[in-house]
Structure formats: structure tokens, C-alpha cells
């Protein structure tokens, strides 16, 4: 699968169910994630495929622990010689070889149904890798001109959200929510009123653009987009029609009309 120019500078690379991301930065490339464990040759394939050369990557952002994303950390950092990033949470894991912990499904039956897949497929253990900086929410990053680390816990304890400063702003959104079937909660959280907290804390920022750990990205007014769904005075059942996927966190939540 070829990489995906979505602005100038950035491409998408989408490995089966999940996509990375490639940033070209003044210094190199940077990485945002590295797909499944099997999912090295492809990212690599991908970079040969704009031009560059693996040595080039110098930076690998991870979203998350889980194995669909830190997958190829391992051997990523061994062909690249890249640092790697991460919330210190999720850190520990992926430094322990740990991709999971405890999930339950999102609401919804096609989330019950995309849940009861996943558990029985994902990996429970990676390769383990060191992590060389870690993350705190609001860290900006002096990569590409400018990436802030944005905390959204909910889906896995130690997630980051990345947001690009350039092109009026590019909105990294991991697993917070995904674009799959339009935008909505993704299928599974440790904890989802946590994640519905970081979903409306993400419809705070500025963003033109959001790109997602599943499903294609949103190249226009994404932020209005994040707003209408979840920020605190929206109606956060707006979506339930299309998959029965976003009801309110409490019965009381929701509003007449
Ligand atoms: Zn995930
Ligand atoms: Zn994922």
C-alpha cells in the first residue's frame, strides 16, 4: 500500500486496519506510529517510496501501547535508528513488551460486534523497546515546525494526541475516536467516561485537519466537526443514528429533541 500525501509534508500509510503516519521535517522524517508487528517492511517500503531513506527517520511518535500501534517499534528503532516517544503510562508498557490492558466494548452493538473481534485477535505482547522521551500533556515538540503531546486517556491510559501547527492545524487523534464509518467513538476504552472527557478536551484545540489511528482522515473544518459531536454543550447522541455507536455517558445527559 502506497503512502498518502493528505497536506504537504505529511503522508498516510495504511496497513490493513490501521494507519501510520510520515511527517517530513526539516531534520528528516518523523513517524507517527509503527502499525503491527509485521507492519516494519511496509512502513520502510513506504519511506523508499517518497524519496527517502531509512536512516532519514529520526523520530517515532507512538500513540499508545496497544499492538496495532507500537508493533514494529522494535524493529523500527533497529533499522532506522530513531528515538522513540511516548506517555510515560504507556512507556512502561511497551517497555515491558505489554500491549493491553483491561477493555470493554463502546456502546453500541456494531461496537459489541467489532470488540468481540478484536479481543480474540490482538496481540497480548510485543517486542519490547526503549522509550527515550517521554511525554507530558501540553509537551510541544520542536518537530516540523511544531507538534504538541496532548493526553487523552479513556481508550488506553497513556495515550497522546499530536497537533501539527502547520496547514491551520493537524489534529493526530490516535484511538480517542476513529473515521471509519464516519466519525465516532472508537470500538473499545478502559475507561470510556475518560474518553469522552479527552474527546472534549480534543474539541477544545484548533484543527483543520484530523487523522486517525482507523479510518480516513478529516481534511476540512475537523475541529467544528469534534465540536458538534463532543464538546460539553453539544448534544453528544447526535451520531446515534448511523451505527448506535454515541449515546450520552448518563441517561440525564441527554436532552430533549
Ligand atoms: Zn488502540
Ligand atoms: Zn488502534
Redesign the pocket.
Known amino acids: 500500500m502506497a503512502a498518502r500525501l493528505i497536506v504537504p509534508g505529511l503522508y498516510g500509510l495504511r496497513l490493513g486496519m490501521v494507519n501510520v503516519f510520515l511527517l517530513e521535517t526539516d531534520e528528516g522524517l518523523a513517524l507517527i506510529d509503527t502499525g503491527y508487528a509485521t507492519s516494519a517492511g511496509a512502513i520502510l517500503k513506504a519511506v523508499r517510496q517518497i524519496g527517502r531513506q531509512p536512516q532519514e527517520v529520526r523520530h517515532i511518535l507512538v500513540t ?1 501501547c ?1 499492538p ?2 507500537a508493533g514494529s517499534l522494535a524493529a523500527l528503532k533497529q533499522q532506522t535508528g530513531a528515538t522513540a516517544y511516548m506517555h510515560p503510562e504507556d512507556a512502561a508498557m511497551v517497555r515491558a513488551g505489554k500491549t493491553l490492558r483491561p477493555l470493554s466494548a463502546g456502546p453500541g452493538i456494531f461496537n459489541a460486534l467489532v470488540f468481540q473481534i478484536l479481543i480474540h485477535t490482538a496481540a497480548q505482547s510485543i517486542e519490547a523497546a526503549e522509550i527515550e522521551h517521554l511525554l507530558a500533556d501540553g509537551d510541544e515538540l520542536p518537530i516540523a515546525g511544531g507538534m504538541r503531546a496532548i493526553h487523552v486517556p479513556g ?2 491510559a497513556g495515550q497522546l494526541a499530536f497537533l501539527w501547527s502547520r496547514h491551520g492545524g493537524v489534529l493526530f487523534a490516535a ?1 480517542a475516536c476513529a473515521n471509519v464509518f464516519g466519525l465516532g467513538l ?1 470500538p473499545a476504552y478502559e475507561d470510556l467516561s475518560e474518553g469522552r472527557r479527552s474527546l472534549a478536551k480534543l474539541s477544545a484545540l484548533e484543527f483543520g485537519v484530523a487523522c486517525f ?1 482507523h479510518g480516513r482522515p478529516v481534511l476540512k473544518n475537523a475541529a467544528q466537526k469534534f465540536r458538534r459531536k463532543w464538546a460539553p454543550a453539544a448534544r453528544s447522541d447526535s451520531a446515534a443514528a448511523s451505527i448506535g455507536a454515541d449515546r450520552p455517558a448518563k441517561p440525564g445527559a441527554r436532552r430533549p429533541g
Open positions: 499508545h496497544h496495532d500501534h481508550h488506553c484511538d472508537s489511528g
